[in-house]
């Protein structure tokens, strides 16, 4: 037995540890839960945040103990932060992003399944989070249907003529591949004349403008003068 008093020190410091797991903010996932996205995905980026407690310091996010994991349809590891074979990962202490450029780009379309564990430097773990994400990207060209094309090839306009146009459709390949239709900015169409004004004549260019009527799937050239 302990005989005699026992003083207890109040004002001296106690010692405590951080206790509660990193913070993953959802509505910041990319690629983003249900999203379909139409060109390669470089990259994979979240916010992650450890939250101090009253008295207790946050120790920070574990970087290298954070995992993301990204398999395909057939379950099938793309990219696994758990090995060295994965890109650069990265996190930004000002914007609290945890981010990965990835060493292989995904290019495959399929639906995708990503799994995210953030980890504290003191070892607590936040409970995983999965969610999905498409890669549809359209490879086939547009199709030019020439059948279509206003004024027909060889016809005689007896009218003033202020535009030209032709049907162009652009699909997906498959079911799963969304199209990502016509490029005003890629697709070009020219129209020329011969202009006789001269001794010799020249072939020369009819200035205009480019529209698609996305309703007729119709490129039209609508003459400036």
Same mark, same amino acid.
């Given at each position: 037995?302990?005989?005699?008093?026992?003083?207890?020190?109040?004002?001296?410091?106690?010692t405590?540890?951080?206790?509660?797991?990193?913070?993953?903010?959802q509505?910041?996932?990319? &690629?983003?839960?249900?999203?379909?996205?139409?060109?390669?995905?470089?990259?994979?980026?979240?916010?992650?945040?450890?939250?101090?407690?009253?008295?207790?310091?946050?120790?920070?996010?574990?970087?290298?103990?954070?995992?993301?994991?990204?398999?395909?349809?057939a379950?099938k590891?793309?990219?696994?932060?758990?090995?060295?074979?994965?890109?650069t990962?990265?996190?930004?202490?000002?914007?609290?992003?945890?981010?990965?450029? =990835?060493?292989?780009?995904?290019?495959?379309?399929?639906?995708?399944?990503?799994?995210?564990?953030?980890?504290?430097l003191?070892?607590?773990?936040?409970? &995983?989070?999965?969610?999905?994400?498409?890669?549809?990207i359209?490879?086939?060209?547009p199709v030019?249907?020439?059948?279509?094309?206003?004024?027909?090839?060889?016809? =005689?306009?007896?009218? &003033? =003529?202020?535009a030209?146009?032709?049907?162009?459709?652009?699909?997906?390949?498959?079911?799963?591949?969304?199209?990502?239709?016509?490029?005003?900015?890629?697709?070009?169409?020219?129209?020329?004349?011969?202009?006789?004004?001269?001794?010799?004549?020249?072939?020369?260019?009819?200035?205009g403008?480019?529209s698609?009527?996305?309703?007729?799937?119709?490129?039209?050239?609508?003459? =400036?003068?």
């Amino acid at each position: 037995p302990i005989i005699g008093n026992i003083t207890i020190d109040r004002t001296a410091p106690q010692t405590a540890s951080d206790n509660i797991p990193p913070i993953v903010d959802q509505t910041t996932l990319l &690629p983003a839960p249900g999203s379909v996205i139409g060109t390669p995905v470089l990259a994979s980026s979240v916010k992650i945040t450890d939250t101090a407690q009253e008295k207790v310091t946050a120790s920070g996010v574990n970087v290298s103990s954070t995992i993301i994991v990204i398999t395909n349809s057939a379950g099938k590891k793309i990219i696994d932060t758990s090995n060295s074979d994965h890109g650069t990962i990265n996190y930004n202490n000002v914007f609290n992003v945890f981010s990965i450029n =990835l060493s292989t780009q995904i290019t495959e379309n399929d639906v995708y399944t990503a799994r995210l564990v953030a980890v504290d430097l003191t070892g607590n773990v936040a409970a &995983p989070i999965t969610w999905n994400f498409t890669v549809s990207i359209d490879t086939k060209a547009p199709v030019a249907d020439f059948t279509s094309i206003n004024p027909r090839n060889g016809q =005689l306009v007896e009218t &003033p =003529l202020n535009a030209v146009s032709i049907r162009i459709t652009d699909s997906g390949q498959a079911a799963n591949v969304l199209a990502s239709g016509v490029s005003l900015a890629s697709t070009t169409i020219k129209v020329t004349y011969m202009d006789t004004s001269t001794t010799t004549a020249k072939e020369k260019d009819v200035l205009g403008l480019v529209s698609y009527d996305t309703v007729n799937n119709k490129l039209i050239y609508t003459f =400036l003068t």
